[in-house]
């Protein structure tokens, strides 16, 4: 059966590409805040712990711009997404306050005989939601408060979402798996002039990527074929990431955010650092975005053929463990993109990280290793009540993702979290991949399926509800 299709709406501006690409993941769209960028329909795929859903992101709907022929493309492309979704995301900028645009699209989205979910976006943090209450002015019931940009709140949306259409599981591993054989993506990533281009062009044997000392010389990303020991690869040389303080052209904004949109599509990203001058606070604000988007990811310490003194070597490992202490996970491969010093460690690295990746542990062997963790360290108490971790499962890979079921969710703290995942690494390393870790009550869906019924929308469909 085709998954249900969510069609995500909304005014220009509000966030509707960076709530798209949050919620696929996979190739994003492109985020800019120039009015009318996005125009055609852009579709992608959703797994959220087994429950499957497609996304359409559509422009943005400004009736006064509809006179003009884009305008009225972008609206005809928007309508289409409209009629074929089976429910609709209204995204609303909570921080401007409603809009004439917000109020006449709202009028048009209560004609529609399907769930309406009003999702009021910028909410980046709980001093923010006061700003959510005027929304309901809008007539669309549950206000759903989001942070696009930063994935706050997108949980309880998705769950409101996926309760709403009564999409159940339908995990089959085996479908999860890369196709064996096809391609591995690895994206080259990192600050400008760090040799990204000069390790593309070493590894493939030519000069497929334009080199220049000049920052910024890479815009666009370039994509290229290659076989290395048997195996198939694309390499996606990127453009240089500064900090965003020093971004001023519009090209080097849209470049740097097609950069960034990359770390979504690879299967391995390789964050390539200039060893003569070490690692910096924006390589670990990078590295940290790419551990955020769940990529795998292997550090390269380049031009180590400038480096001078018998110990040079180790006092640059050394200051990468201290800048990227977070990082302790990922590997770190020192290279020369000039001389071709330690290439194939880094391809072996790669290789060696995308199967961790992928890793699948069995849920009985999960449920055996966290019995030994419990015993040696149960949940604190909480609210003078036991907490007890019923089961663990594994609900995807790329990266690994356990879900822990429960008593009570709300008392296993973040520190516990950190220690589970601690102990998951300290069983089975899962090697430069980030891990994620969910709890959820165990009887919560029975709970959410009875109070569905007790709340219907008018066209007799459920509607969202925050958990």
Known sequence: MTAPLLAIVGRPNVGKSTLFN?????????????????????????????RQLRVVDTGGLDPEAAREVIGAGIHRQAGVAIGQADAVVFVVDAMAGITPVDEELAGMLRK??????????KIDSTKREIHLGELYRLGLGEVWGISAAHGRGIDELLEAICDALEIEPTLEPEEEERTEGGPLRVAFVGK???????????LIGEERALVHDQPGTTTDPVDTAF????????????????????????????????????????DVAVMVVDGALGPSEQDARLAGQIADAGCALVVALNKVDLLRGSGAAKALRERASDELHFLSWAPVVLISALRGDGVGDLMTAVDRVSEQHRRRIATSELNRFYAEVCETHPPPIHRGKSVRIQFVTQAAIRPPSFVVM???????SPSYRRYLINQLRARYRFEG??????????????KNKKKRGARRSPSGKSRGRRR
Do not use: C, W
Request: proline share 5%; net charge positive; glycine share 12%.
């Open 22 to 50: 949050r919620l696929v993941g996979g190739r994003p769209a492109l985020v800019h805040d120039t009015p009318g960028l996005t125009r055609d329909r852009r579709y992608g795929e959703l797994d959220y712990f087994g």
């Open 406 to 412: 429960t008593n009570r969710p709300d008392g296993v």
């Open 192 to 202: 400008p002039n760090a040799g990204k281009s000069s390790l593309v062009n070493r």
């Open 433 to 446: 991949t980030p891990l994620r870790l969910f709890v959820r009550g165990k009887n919560a869906g029975k």
């Open 227 to 266: 076989s290395y020991g048997g195996s198939d690869y694309s390499l996606v040389d990127t453009a240089g990431i500064r900090r965003r303080a020093r971004v001023e052209a519009e090209t080097e904004k849209i470049s740097v955010s097609m950069a960034l949109a990359q770390i979504g599509r690879a």
């Open 112 to 121: 529609i005989d399907k769930p309406i979910f009003l999702a009021g976006n």
